[in-house]
């Protein structure tokens, strides 16, 4: 049978899916006024020994390059779990900054690594095999930004293969692009070829985010995926659409709306980056901030909803503002509209249109 456990507390969230044999554990950690990045990561820390869990990935987003003095704190633990870490830069404006731990217990985890860095993890939940890879950057950060997209997705064809799954397997991507603005059409176009030459197109499109953000090595982008292994005939995974916006083929980019996984004791639900697009595709409430945020939780608690999922079943989210001075107008629309808390990671960060101020994704479990 399975169950959650759920403990918030003070810039702190954990919820625990027990299951039969394997347990869960989604942490997401955001400062409280005025915290420095070493308390959040200690703290961090200090919730992952509570639940006992051994690290599947770790998001770290919304640092500056002054903070990298207290990445230690997170890369001892990500080590001793050969872990990977998204490590994603801005510049911390207003503080604006989390951390978020997937880990597991009562199941075992292989790790992966690309060049001699951990680069992603393997476990096993008794009805799929998980593959989550993140933190990948391109070996050559010298080279074009275009060359440099299609050299992380060869290098998650090579990862993938390692854990005896193709990019068909692949269920969600992330792609954190450093000055997205200027080169956002050449990464789709990057994106696009490979999927043709992959055959992605004919089968399950992956949701996906595609956002601005600074990496360690000055790379043109962070990437990471999930992707999952089965043999059983009671697992699915499909595209679902979104009933307030076309597909997202129709305007050029590669990804669906969310995708979900239906397994036989639950179901997993990821919600790509959603931004203020209409169904035609085009950006809509411009220069209004709180317009904005309207429209695009809206259209994420309506694809929530078309499969009886809402606010509460968000075990993951990441929402992005352009300008960190817009960042209190999420939680002033979630209290006006009696949206419960959730575990929610405030940055600040280019979206993939300039005139787009906000953005948001989210993952969501419900037990069947």
């Known amino acids: 049978m399975t169950s959650f456990q759920k403990r918030v507390a003070a810039g702190l969230s954990v919820t625990t899916v027990s299951r039969d044999s394997v347990q869960e554990h989604f942490i997401t950690v955001t400062p409280q006024k005025g915290e420095a990045p070493e308390s959040v990561f200690q703290r961090t820390m200090d919730a992952l020994r509570q639940v006992g869990g051994r690290i599947v990935s770790v998001e770290a987003l919304g640092l500056s390059a002054a903070d990298r003095g207290a990445l230690d704190v997170l890369t001892k633990a990500a080590e001793d779990a050969h872990a990977p870490l998204a490590w994603v830069e801005n510049s911390r404006t207003d503080n604006l900054f989390g951390v978020h731990i997937w880990a597991v217990s009562g199941t075992s985890i292989k790790p992966l690594s690309f060049n001699g860095r951990s680069a992603g993890t393997v476990f096993d939940d008794g009805y799929v095999q998980y593959c989550r890879l993140a933190g990948l950057l391109p070996p050559d950060v010298q080279a074009g930004r275009p060359e440099q997209a299609a050299a992380v997705f060869s290098q998650m064809d090579v990862l993938l293969d390692h854990a ?13 692009n450093d000055s997205i603005l200027s080169w956002y059409r050449d990464f789709n176009g990057v994106r696009n070829k490979f999927f043709q030459q992959k055959k992605v197109y004919e089968g399950l499109l992956p949701a996906s985010t595609g956002i601005g953000g600074r990496n360690l090595l000055g790379a043109a982008l962070i990437c990471g995926l999930i992707a999952i292994k089965t043999d059983s005939q009671d697992v699915t995974a499909f ?22 996984l239906e397994l036989p004791d639950l179901r997993r639900m990821y919600v790509s980056g959603t931004a203020s697009i209409d169904e035609h595709g085009k950006s809509v409430f411009l220069d209004d901030a709180v317009a904005q945020v309207r429209q695009t939780m809206e259209v994420v608690q309506t694809i929530l909803r078309s499969r009886e999922m809402d606010w509460g079943d968000v075990t993951r989210s990441l929402v992005y503002f352009k300008r960190a001075k817009d960042a209190p107008l999420f939680r002033k629309y979630c209290d006006e509209n009696g949206i419960p808390s959730f575990p929610a990671i405030i940055v600040e960060n280019d979206v993939c249109r300039d005139e787009l101020l906000f953005e948001i994704e989210v993952d969501a479990v419900v037990a069947k």
Request: glycine fraction near 8%; charged fraction near 15%; hydrophobic fraction near 35%.
């Open 164 to 176: 005896g799954m193709t990019f068909g397997d692949v269920l969600r991507t992330w792609f954190y």
């Open 239 to 260: 595209e679902v659409p979104s009933p307030m916006q076309s597909p997202a083929p129709q305007y050029g980019s590669s990804f669906s709306r969310a995708v979900e």
